[in-house]
């Protein structure tokens, strides 16, 4: 049973189209995450969701929109892409219970690059 | 700023020694730390993780220590495995709904 999924695995697109990668939880976490690891393999934060409300937004671009229909589920719709949108982008959920609250499991993340 | 520094971003070591990954963080309010391991074109995969309140913690072979007034934790595999041949980072964060702040990784290269 795959806890974190997204889709897709791959994603190559040219500049200035619109994208949207997938993730869903099956852990029953309330609370969801998108990173993005650059290449210097710097893994950031980008938005955090706590039962489908946005709790956290980063210093990212207004072309980067979540979306969060249910607490299983944060997706990542990108406008116009750029060149430097090429990354893998990673998703996770966060546990809970008394010593989990920090853990989070992680997606097997979406290899994006922008030609 | 590097809240979270791994100033090693390589490690070779032989099979059935130990391994030491260590991890520096300068943020005094990360009061929880983690390890993730990761293997190539999949996600980081939660491997052991710490507490403030503790300074050691012990998972089979993985432990990781903490020392918080040098603002330090490590692991240790021992004994090391070719399996364990995969890329750790190290992350921390502080009470409350805040995200984890990651180190940029050691590649770990364990040797038969």
């Known amino acids: 049973d795959t806890a974190v999924s997204q889709t897709p695995k791959y994603l190559v697109t040219q500049m200035g189209n619109d994208k949207s990668i997938k993730c869903e939880q099956n852990?029953?976490?309330?609370?969801m995450y998108w990173y993005k690891q650059d290449s210097k393999k710097f893994l950031k934060i980008m938005f955090s969701?706590?039962?489908?409300?946005?709790?956290i937004n980063e210093t990212v671009p207004n072309r980067f929109s979540p979306k969060s229909p249910d607490k299983a589920h944060l997706n990542l719709h990108i406008n116009s892409l750029e060149l430097g949108d090429s990354a893998v982008y990673f998703c996770?959920?966060?546990?809970?219970?008394?010593?989990?609250?920090?853990?989070?499991?992680f997606g097997p993340g979406t290899r994006l690059l922008v030609l | 700023d590097q809240q979270v520094k791994q100033n090693s971003p390589s490690l070779s070591v032989q099979e059935g020694r130990i391994s030491i990954l260590n991890c520096d963080y300068t943020?005094?309010?990360?009061?929880?730390f983690l390890w993730y391991k990761k293997y190539p074109a999949e996600g980081p995969t939660f491997l052991i993780s710490?507490?403030?309140?503790?300074d050691k913690n012990e998972d089979g072979r993985f432990t990781v220590f903490l020392n918080k007034s040098a603002k330090h934790l490590s692991l240790h595999i021992v004994p090391s495995q070719p399996g364990d041949s995969a890329v750790y980072f190290c992350a921390a964060s502080a009470s409350g709904n805040t995200p984890l702040v990651f180190g940029k990784g050691t590649r770990l290269s364990v040797i038969a």
């Open positions: 943020n005094s309010m990360f009061d929880y």
């Open positions: 710490i507490s403030s309140i503790k």
């Open positions: 969701y706590n039962n489908k409300e946005l709790i």
């Open positions: 852990l029953g976490h309330d609370t």
């Open positions: 996770a959920s966060r546990g809970i219970g008394w010593g989990k609250q920090e853990t989070q499991y």
